[in-house]
Protein backbone atom coordinates (compact mmCIF):
# COMPACT_ATOMS: atom_id res chain seq x y z
CA UNK A 1 0.00 0.00 0.00
CA UNK A 2 1.82 3.41 -0.89
CA UNK A 3 1.58 6.27 1.52
CA UNK A 4 -1.08 8.14 -0.69
CA UNK A 5 -3.68 5.23 -0.26
CA UNK A 6 -2.78 4.90 3.61
CA UNK A 7 -3.37 8.32 4.33
CA UNK A 8 -6.82 7.92 2.15
CA UNK A 9 -8.03 4.88 4.21
CA UNK A 10 -7.12 6.70 7.11
CA UNK A 11 -9.16 9.61 6.62
CA UNK A 12 -11.92 8.12 5.58
CA UNK A 13 -11.72 6.01 8.77
CA UNK A 14 -11.90 9.30 10.63
CA UNK A 15 -14.56 10.47 8.37
CA UNK A 16 -16.99 7.16 9.03
CA UNK A 17 -16.10 7.79 12.83
CA UNK A 18 -17.07 10.84 12.78
CA UNK A 19 -20.23 10.17 11.24
CA UNK A 20 -21.28 7.15 13.43
CA UNK A 21 -20.42 8.82 16.47
CA UNK A 22 -22.75 12.40 15.44
CA UNK A 23 -25.30 9.76 14.41
CA UNK A 24 -25.39 7.75 17.49
CA UNK A 25 -25.60 10.85 19.65
CA UNK A 26 -28.91 12.31 17.80
CA UNK A 27 -30.21 8.54 18.30
CA UNK A 28 -29.48 9.08 21.84
CA UNK A 29 -31.37 12.44 21.50
CA UNK A 30 -34.42 11.40 19.43
CA UNK A 31 -35.11 8.13 22.07
CA UNK A 32 -35.07 10.61 25.40
CA UNK A 33 -36.59 13.10 23.48
CA UNK A 34 -39.40 11.00 21.93
CA UNK A 35 -39.40 9.58 25.95
CA UNK A 36 -40.22 12.98 27.36
CA UNK A 37 -42.48 15.00 25.40
CA UNK A 38 -45.98 14.81 25.82
CA UNK A 39 -48.33 12.10 24.72
CA UNK A 40 -49.33 14.80 22.36
CA UNK A 41 -46.89 15.54 20.67
CA UNK A 42 -46.62 19.65 19.68
CA UNK A 43 -46.11 20.78 15.99
CA UNK A 44 -42.41 22.10 17.38
CA UNK A 45 -41.77 18.78 18.86
CA UNK A 46 -42.31 17.19 15.40
CA UNK A 47 -40.41 19.46 13.61
CA UNK A 48 -36.83 19.08 15.88
CA UNK A 49 -37.53 15.46 15.55
CA UNK A 50 -37.92 15.87 11.68
CA UNK A 51 -34.55 18.07 12.37
CA UNK A 52 -32.85 15.12 14.17
CA UNK A 53 -33.16 12.66 11.42
CA UNK A 54 -32.50 14.90 8.26
CA UNK A 55 -29.08 15.40 9.87
CA UNK A 56 -28.51 11.79 10.86
CA UNK A 57 -29.44 11.53 6.92
CA UNK A 58 -27.01 14.03 5.83
CA UNK A 59 -24.11 12.37 7.99
CA UNK A 60 -24.73 9.10 6.51
CA UNK A 61 -24.67 10.19 3.13
CA UNK A 62 -21.87 12.46 3.80
CA UNK A 63 -20.25 9.41 4.75
CA UNK A 64 -21.03 7.20 1.81
CA UNK A 65 -20.02 10.04 -0.50
CA UNK A 66 -16.65 9.91 0.84
CA UNK A 67 -16.57 6.16 0.47
CA UNK A 68 -17.88 6.29 -3.06
CA UNK A 69 -15.31 8.71 -3.87
CA UNK A 70 -12.88 7.03 -7.05
CA UNK A 71 -14.24 3.92 -6.36
CA UNK A 72 -14.57 1.51 -9.10
CA UNK A 73 -17.19 -0.64 -10.00
CA UNK A 74 -20.29 -1.65 -11.90
CA UNK A 75 -22.80 1.07 -11.64
CA UNK A 76 -20.64 3.08 -9.05
CA UNK A 77 -21.50 6.66 -10.85
CA UNK A 78 -24.67 6.04 -10.90
CA UNK A 79 -25.06 5.02 -7.26
CA UNK A 80 -22.47 8.13 -6.27
CA UNK A 81 -24.66 10.18 -8.48
CA UNK A 82 -27.69 9.12 -6.60
CA UNK A 83 -26.03 9.28 -3.14
CA UNK A 84 -24.76 13.28 -3.90
CA UNK A 85 -28.17 14.15 -4.78
CA UNK A 86 -29.52 12.96 -1.95
CA UNK A 87 -26.95 14.81 0.18
CA UNK A 88 -27.77 18.29 -1.65
CA UNK A 89 -31.37 17.80 -1.52
CA UNK A 90 -31.36 17.12 2.29
CA UNK A 91 -29.19 20.68 2.78
CA UNK A 92 -32.32 23.36 2.26
CA UNK A 93 -34.83 20.34 3.74
CA UNK A 94 -33.05 20.97 7.21
CA UNK A 95 -32.80 24.73 6.83
CA UNK A 96 -36.32 24.85 6.04
CA UNK A 97 -37.66 22.70 9.20
CA UNK A 98 -35.26 25.07 11.24
CA UNK A 99 -37.11 28.17 10.14
CA UNK A 100 -40.80 26.14 10.28
CA UNK A 101 -39.00 25.44 14.36
CA UNK A 102 -38.25 28.79 15.24
CA UNK A 103 -41.40 30.46 13.93
CA UNK A 104 -43.69 27.79 15.90
CA UNK A 105 -41.70 29.03 18.85
CA UNK A 106 -42.08 32.20 18.42
CA UNK A 107 -45.51 32.58 17.21
CA UNK A 108 -46.76 28.91 18.57
CA UNK A 109 -49.24 28.66 15.68
CA UNK A 110 -49.23 26.81 12.94
CA UNK A 111 -51.06 29.01 10.78
CA UNK A 112 -48.69 31.70 10.16
CA UNK A 113 -46.32 29.17 8.32
CA UNK A 114 -48.84 27.55 6.82
CA UNK A 115 -49.96 30.67 5.02
CA UNK A 116 -46.29 31.86 4.21
CA UNK A 117 -45.19 28.30 3.13
CA UNK A 118 -45.40 28.83 -0.94
CA UNK A 119 -42.86 31.50 -0.23
CA UNK A 120 -40.87 29.35 1.86
CA UNK A 121 -41.01 26.51 -0.22
CA UNK A 122 -39.34 28.40 -3.03
CA UNK A 123 -35.70 28.21 -2.44
CA UNK A 124 -36.28 24.34 -1.93
CA UNK A 125 -37.73 23.88 -5.04
CA UNK A 126 -35.17 25.78 -6.71
CA UNK A 127 -32.70 24.02 -5.11
CA UNK A 128 -34.22 20.82 -5.63
CA UNK A 129 -34.41 21.12 -9.37
CA UNK A 130 -30.99 22.36 -9.63
CA UNK A 131 -29.42 19.30 -7.97
CA UNK A 132 -30.93 16.78 -10.40
CA UNK A 133 -29.84 19.51 -13.22
CA UNK A 134 -26.28 19.20 -11.64
CA UNK A 135 -26.15 15.32 -12.74
CA UNK A 136 -25.40 16.27 -16.41
CA UNK A 137 -25.08 19.82 -16.01
CA UNK A 138 -22.53 20.40 -13.31
CA UNK A 139 -24.64 23.69 -11.49
CA UNK A 140 -23.93 22.63 -7.75
CA UNK A 141 -21.96 19.22 -8.31
CA UNK A 142 -19.86 17.19 -10.75
CA UNK A 143 -19.14 13.46 -10.81
CA UNK A 144 -16.27 13.03 -13.12
CA UNK A 145 -15.36 9.63 -15.26
CA UNK A 146 -12.72 8.54 -12.67
CA UNK A 147 -16.07 9.29 -9.92
CA UNK A 148 -14.23 11.82 -8.27
CA UNK A 149 -16.57 14.44 -6.67
CA UNK A 150 -15.84 18.04 -7.66
CA UNK A 151 -17.97 21.26 -6.47
CA UNK A 152 -19.93 22.49 -9.92
CA UNK A 153 -19.51 26.11 -11.12
CA UNK A 154 -22.89 27.48 -9.16
CA UNK A 155 -21.59 25.66 -6.01
CA UNK A 156 -22.04 29.01 -4.42
CA UNK A 157 -25.21 30.09 -5.51
CA UNK A 158 -26.15 26.93 -3.92
CA UNK A 159 -25.04 28.25 -0.88
CA UNK A 160 -26.57 31.03 -0.66
CA UNK A 161 -29.91 30.17 -0.88
CA UNK A 162 -29.62 27.75 1.55
CA UNK A 163 -28.25 30.61 4.05
CA UNK A 164 -31.55 32.64 2.80
CA UNK A 165 -33.54 30.47 5.10
CA UNK A 166 -30.84 31.46 8.15
CA UNK A 167 -30.30 34.40 7.35
CA UNK A 168 -34.34 35.01 7.74
CA UNK A 169 -34.66 33.21 10.82
CA UNK A 170 -32.29 35.37 12.22
CA UNK A 171 -34.50 38.07 11.15
CA UNK A 172 -37.54 37.33 12.70
CA UNK A 173 -35.76 36.02 15.67
CA UNK A 174 -34.51 39.29 16.12
CA UNK A 175 -37.25 40.87 15.73
CA UNK A 176 -38.64 38.96 18.31
CA UNK A 177 -36.44 39.68 20.91
CA UNK A 178 -36.63 43.27 20.36
CA UNK A 179 -40.17 43.32 20.33
CA UNK A 180 -41.73 41.77 23.04
CA UNK A 181 -44.28 40.38 20.68
CA UNK A 182 -43.55 36.03 21.58
CA UNK A 183 -44.97 34.30 24.63
CA UNK A 184 -41.84 32.34 24.17
CA UNK A 185 -39.14 33.59 26.83
CA UNK A 186 -36.27 35.85 25.86
CA UNK A 187 -34.00 33.19 27.16
CA UNK A 188 -35.33 30.63 24.80
CA UNK A 189 -35.67 32.68 21.79
CA UNK A 190 -31.80 33.85 22.23
CA UNK A 191 -31.00 29.95 21.79
CA UNK A 192 -32.80 29.83 18.63
CA UNK A 193 -30.01 32.03 17.43
CA UNK A 194 -27.30 28.61 17.95
CA UNK A 195 -28.55 26.51 15.47
CA UNK A 196 -26.68 27.86 12.56
CA UNK A 197 -23.43 29.03 14.29
CA UNK A 198 -21.92 25.74 14.50
CA UNK A 199 -22.42 24.22 10.67
CA UNK A 200 -21.40 28.24 9.36
CA UNK A 201 -17.89 27.58 11.61
CA UNK A 202 -17.56 24.13 9.88
CA UNK A 203 -18.64 24.94 6.56
CA UNK A 204 -16.10 27.54 6.53
CA UNK A 205 -13.54 25.30 8.17
CA UNK A 206 -15.15 22.78 4.97
CA UNK A 207 -14.09 25.75 2.35
CA UNK A 208 -10.83 26.26 3.73
CA UNK A 209 -9.87 22.99 4.19
CA UNK A 210 -11.42 20.69 1.65
CA UNK A 211 -12.01 16.65 2.90
CA UNK A 212 -13.16 18.47 6.64
CA UNK A 213 -16.12 16.52 6.99
CA UNK A 214 -17.49 19.25 10.15
CA UNK A 215 -20.57 20.74 8.81
CA UNK A 216 -23.14 18.21 9.88
CA UNK A 217 -20.99 17.42 12.95
CA UNK A 218 -21.59 20.92 13.98
CA UNK A 219 -24.92 20.86 13.20
CA UNK A 220 -24.74 17.96 15.54
CA UNK A 221 -23.41 20.42 18.45
CA UNK A 222 -25.87 23.06 17.88
CA UNK A 223 -29.19 20.14 18.11
CA UNK A 224 -27.88 19.00 21.43
CA UNK A 225 -27.30 22.86 22.68
CA UNK A 226 -31.23 23.26 21.84
CA UNK A 227 -31.73 19.81 23.55
CA UNK A 228 -30.43 20.59 26.35
CA UNK A 229 -32.34 24.09 26.24
CA UNK A 230 -35.56 22.21 25.79
CA UNK A 231 -35.20 19.69 28.46
CA UNK A 232 -34.16 22.74 30.65
CA UNK A 233 -37.61 24.04 30.17
CA UNK A 234 -39.46 20.87 30.15
CA UNK A 235 -38.19 20.42 33.50
CA UNK A 236 -39.37 23.85 34.66
CA UNK A 237 -42.74 24.60 32.87
CA UNK A 238 -46.28 23.08 33.69
CA UNK A 239 -47.24 20.70 31.70
CA UNK A 240 -51.06 21.43 31.51
CA UNK A 241 -50.99 25.51 31.28
CA UNK A 242 -47.36 25.85 29.55
CA UNK A 243 -46.09 28.27 32.16
CA UNK A 244 -43.55 28.21 34.38
CA UNK A 245 -43.54 25.24 37.48
CA UNK A 246 -43.52 25.36 41.60
CA UNK A 247 -39.71 24.53 40.87
CA UNK A 248 -39.16 27.51 38.63
CA UNK A 249 -40.91 29.53 40.81
CA UNK A 250 -39.08 29.47 43.74
CA UNK A 251 -35.66 29.68 42.02
CA UNK A 252 -36.98 32.95 40.11
CA UNK A 253 -38.26 34.44 43.80
CA UNK A 254 -35.09 33.71 45.08
CA UNK A 255 -33.43 35.32 42.47
CA UNK A 256 -35.03 38.02 42.42
CA UNK A 257 -34.78 39.08 46.03
CA UNK A 258 -30.81 38.93 46.22
CA UNK A 259 -30.51 40.98 43.16
CA UNK A 260 -31.05 45.38 43.26
CA UNK A 261 -34.87 46.41 42.79
CA UNK A 262 -34.35 48.75 39.89
CA UNK A 263 -37.81 49.89 39.56
CA UNK A 264 -40.11 51.73 42.34
CA UNK A 265 -41.95 48.59 43.07
CA UNK A 266 -41.46 44.79 42.96
CA UNK A 267 -44.57 42.91 43.48
CA UNK A 268 -45.66 39.26 44.00
CA UNK A 269 -49.64 38.26 42.69
CA UNK A 270 -50.89 35.33 44.17
CA UNK A 271 -53.79 34.04 42.68
CA UNK A 272 -56.72 31.52 43.35
CA UNK A 273 -59.61 30.36 41.09
CA UNK A 274 -62.61 30.95 43.10
CA UNK A 275 -64.54 27.21 43.37
CA UNK A 276 -62.74 25.61 41.10
CA UNK A 277 -63.58 22.43 43.03
CA UNK A 278 -67.07 22.82 41.86
CA UNK A 279 -65.85 23.17 38.27
CA UNK A 280 -63.97 19.47 38.78
CA UNK A 281 -67.17 18.24 40.86
CA UNK A 282 -69.75 19.11 38.56
CA UNK A 283 -68.15 19.23 34.93
CA UNK A 284 -65.31 16.74 35.64
CA UNK A 285 -61.80 16.97 35.36
CA UNK A 286 -61.04 17.65 32.10
CA UNK A 287 -63.48 20.42 31.78
CA UNK A 288 -60.87 21.49 35.22
CA UNK A 289 -58.33 21.22 33.14
CA UNK A 290 -59.44 23.04 30.79
CA UNK A 291 -60.47 26.05 33.05
CA UNK A 292 -57.27 26.16 34.27
CA UNK A 293 -55.55 26.14 30.51
CA UNK A 294 -57.98 29.01 29.76
CA UNK A 295 -57.06 31.39 33.04
CA UNK A 296 -52.90 30.82 32.31
CA UNK A 297 -54.09 32.51 28.72
CA UNK A 298 -55.59 34.77 30.32
CA UNK A 299 -52.55 35.71 32.34
CA UNK A 300 -50.55 35.90 29.60
CA UNK A 301 -52.69 37.83 27.72
CA UNK A 302 -53.19 40.38 30.82
CA UNK A 303 -49.26 40.98 31.38
CA UNK A 304 -46.61 42.09 29.89
CA UNK A 305 -44.09 39.76 28.68
CA UNK A 306 -41.58 40.35 30.75
CA UNK A 307 -42.77 39.58 34.13
CA UNK A 308 -43.11 35.59 35.34
CA UNK A 309 -45.61 33.63 35.54
CA UNK A 310 -46.17 30.17 37.34
CA UNK A 311 -48.54 27.34 38.45
CA UNK A 312 -48.09 26.47 42.21
CA UNK A 313 -50.34 24.50 42.99
CA UNK A 314 -53.83 22.59 41.49
CA UNK A 315 -55.34 26.04 41.04
CA UNK A 316 -52.90 28.78 42.36
CA UNK A 317 -50.87 31.00 40.31
CA UNK A 318 -48.49 33.29 40.93
CA UNK A 319 -47.29 36.64 39.24
CA UNK A 320 -43.96 38.50 39.72
CA UNK A 321 -43.08 41.64 38.08
CA UNK A 322 -42.07 45.61 38.60
CA UNK A 323 -43.32 48.52 38.24
CA UNK A 324 -43.54 52.80 38.83
CA UNK A 325 -45.62 52.72 41.09
CA UNK A 326 -47.99 50.83 43.41
CA UNK A 327 -51.08 52.49 41.37
CA UNK A 328 -49.69 50.68 38.19
CA UNK A 329 -49.84 47.12 40.35
CA UNK A 330 -53.40 47.95 41.44
CA UNK A 331 -53.83 48.35 37.40
CA UNK A 332 -52.76 45.31 36.57
CA UNK A 333 -54.38 43.63 38.91
CA UNK A 334 -57.72 45.53 37.48
CA UNK A 335 -56.73 44.36 34.02
CA UNK A 336 -56.36 40.79 35.25
CA UNK A 337 -60.17 40.74 36.55
CA UNK A 338 -61.80 43.04 33.46
CA UNK A 339 -59.84 39.90 31.12
CA UNK A 340 -61.66 36.75 33.17
CA UNK A 341 -64.79 39.20 32.67
CA UNK A 342 -64.38 39.32 28.62
CA UNK A 343 -63.28 35.73 28.71
CA UNK A 344 -66.70 34.75 30.18
CA UNK A 345 -68.40 36.73 27.92
CA UNK A 346 -66.59 35.94 24.77
CA UNK A 347 -66.55 32.02 25.36
CA UNK A 348 -69.54 29.78 25.63
CA UNK A 349 -67.55 27.46 28.50
CA UNK A 350 -69.97 26.08 31.40
CA UNK A 351 -67.82 27.34 33.73
CA UNK A 352 -67.11 31.10 34.24
CA UNK A 353 -63.69 31.82 35.70
CA UNK A 354 -63.09 34.34 38.66
CA UNK A 355 -60.27 34.52 41.20
CA UNK A 356 -58.74 35.91 44.50
CA UNK A 357 -55.68 37.45 44.68
CA UNK A 358 -53.07 38.61 47.10
CA UNK A 359 -50.81 40.83 46.44
CA UNK A 360 -46.79 41.64 47.98
CA UNK A 361 -44.71 44.39 46.78
CA UNK A 362 -41.17 45.19 47.87
CA UNK A 363 -40.60 49.21 47.17
CA UNK A 364 -36.93 50.56 46.47
CA UNK A 365 -34.56 49.87 49.72
CA UNK A 366 -37.28 47.75 51.03
CA UNK A 367 -36.15 44.29 53.03
CA UNK A 368 -38.48 41.61 52.98
CA UNK A 369 -37.58 37.48 53.02
CA UNK A 370 -38.98 35.30 50.17
CA UNK A 371 -41.18 34.31 53.42
CA UNK A 372 -42.43 37.13 54.00
CA UNK A 373 -43.45 37.77 50.61
CA UNK A 374 -45.65 34.73 50.31
CA UNK A 375 -47.27 34.78 53.48
CA UNK A 376 -48.17 38.52 52.89
CA UNK A 377 -49.86 37.69 49.59
CA UNK A 378 -51.30 34.81 51.02
CA UNK A 379 -52.95 36.73 53.89
CA UNK A 380 -54.03 39.34 51.24
CA UNK A 381 -55.80 36.59 48.78
CA UNK A 382 -57.31 34.85 52.04
CA UNK A 383 -59.07 37.97 52.87
CA UNK A 384 -60.31 38.52 48.98
CA UNK A 385 -61.56 34.73 49.66
CA UNK A 386 -63.66 35.99 53.00
CA UNK A 387 -65.18 39.41 51.21
CA UNK A 388 -66.41 37.03 48.49
CA UNK A 389 -68.22 34.52 50.41
CA UNK A 390 -70.14 37.70 52.74
Known amino acids: MTIEAGELMMANEMRIAIGCFGTLILLLMHCNFGAQITPKKET ?28 QF ?18 PVICLFWLLYCEEKINKSWDTSK ?3 PLYGLPLLLLLIGTVMSCSASLFFQIDAQNIYHRGRSYNAFVILCAVYFIYTYFITLNAIKNGKSDCSGRDLKALLIYPLFPGIGAV ?8 PVIWIGSVISLLIIYFNLQNAQITTDALTGVNNRRRF ?9 EPCDSAVRFLLLL ?19 ALRAFAAVLIQSVPRKDFIARIGGDEFVIIGERDCS ?3 HSTIAQIGDNLVAFNEREQKPYRLSASIGCAMLRQNEKKTVDELIMEADQQMYKEKQRLRL
Open 44 to 71: DDMLFTCMLFTNMALLLTDMSMWLLDGT
Open 74 to 91: IGARAVYMLVTVIYFSLH
Open 115 to 117: RRM
Open 205 to 212: CQSLYFGL
Open 250 to 258: EEYLCKIIA
Open 272 to 290: DIDRFKAINDTYGHLTGDD
Open 327 to 329: EHV
